[in-house]
């Protein structure tokens, strides 16, 4: 049915797949780095993050990704040649595909943790720090473990919605799982068929995530339903 082409297909999911892990994490270090910012006492760093989350929302994902990829070739072969390298340096698309959608999910996940760190109640954070606790350890052991069942549900969301963006990548020619697609339905004239089949597999890879998301929030609830009886 796929004319030989479904190993090229599974190759290029599991690529897009690798780009949305690596994409996430950083989106979740960005999160966090901005959330914490934007709950500082610190005006300046307050005004980053609102402009990051501003930038974000106002630019389209397909915009920023060319910015990303052919910018960054321009500022990196600039940067070369002024360290006296001769020699033409491409981006790696997976690198660029990465640095975008991470950059761009960062924004959205520094306000699903904002907002859940303003869920705990300041009242434990109080008492770890008289209990001796350092403020690393408190946000260690104490707020990152609570912020996190609150931010499951939006996180959820946003990796879901993250694992759909990662088909912009292939614009900049990543070999990923709509580039061969893409590929396999110009040389079979079957764009249906390859599309269809990518479809399928962007929705095998979403149902899977949501029901390991629904387990971790299932765990991580065990303790509050418990205590709520």
Request: hydrophobic residues 55%; glycine residues 8%.
């Amino acid at each position: 049915m796929l004319h030989g082409y479904a190993p090229a297909l599974l190759n290029g999911s599991l690529l897009t797949l690798a780009l949305a892990l690596a994409s996430l994490a950083l989106a979740c270090l960005l999160g966090l780095v901005f959330a914490a910012a934007r709950l500082s006492r610190s005006r300046a760093l307050q005004a980053l993050s609102l402009a990051y989350t501003t930038l974000i929302r106002g630019v389209p994902d397909l915009v920023l990704m060319l910015l990303v990829f052919f910018g960054g070739q321009l500022a990196v072969n600039a940067l070369a040649q002024r360290l006296g390298h001769a020699d033409y340096i491409d981006v790696d698309p997976f690198i660029a595909g990465t640095l975008t959608i991470g950059f761009i999910f960062g924004a959205y996940l520094s306000e699903t943790f904002r907002g859940a760190f303003l869920a705990l109640p300041a009242g434990q954070r109080e008492a770890a720090l008289a209990c001796g606790l350092s403020r690393a350890q408190t946000l260690r052991r104490i707020e990152l473990p609570q912020m996190l069942r609150h931010a499951l549900p939006a996180l959820s969301n946003n990796w879901l919605v993250l694992v759909k963006s990662t088909a912009i990548v292939s614009v900049i020619g990543l070999n990923d799982m709509m580039l061969r697609a893409t590929q396999a339905a110009g040389a079979t004239r079957e764009p249906f068929v390859f599309y269809a089949a990518a479809a399928l597999i962007y929705l095998a890879i979403t149902s899977a995530s949501e029901l390991g998301f629904k387990a971790l929030q299932r765990k991580a609830s065990v303790g509050v339903r418990a205590g709520s009886l």
